[in-house]
């Protein structure tokens, strides 16, 4: 059985990607979307992209308030939410993103160190990495 952080941690993973489409997609017309997102976020986040890049908050605040609407079609899709390590105020846990746009899709394995402050969720770091296309 999952303990509550880790509930509220594999709730965080979908919730967040469902923020990330609404930007992307421009599905909305809500700023609370991109509010939402960037308060899930910790002051010192640091994530490792597919492409090997070091970014943190700023870069990452960048990237959604310059891809916003740019992707009408985008639908994210999460699965196989794994946890590798829990404890009562942090959640290590894995899961499998996949972006589909326009008949093609891509996915990738992803790892987040989602800290629990106060019942939130807090991301602190995030890995990418591209699962090759079959």
Known sequence: MRSEAELIAHHSV???????EEIFTGRTDRPSALENLMSSFSR???MVTTAGQHVGLCDIETLFRT???ARPTLRI???ECETLLSSDDSVVCRYKETHHREGDS???RSLAVIDI???QPVWRFLQETAIAAD
């Open 14 to 20: 979908v919730e967040l990607h469902q923020w990330i």
């Open 44 to 46: 010192e986040f640091r």
């Open 67 to 69: 891809l916003a609407g």
């Open 77 to 79: 899709a999460i699965d």
């Open 106 to 108: 891509s996915s990738r």
């Open 117 to 119: 402050i106060d019942g």
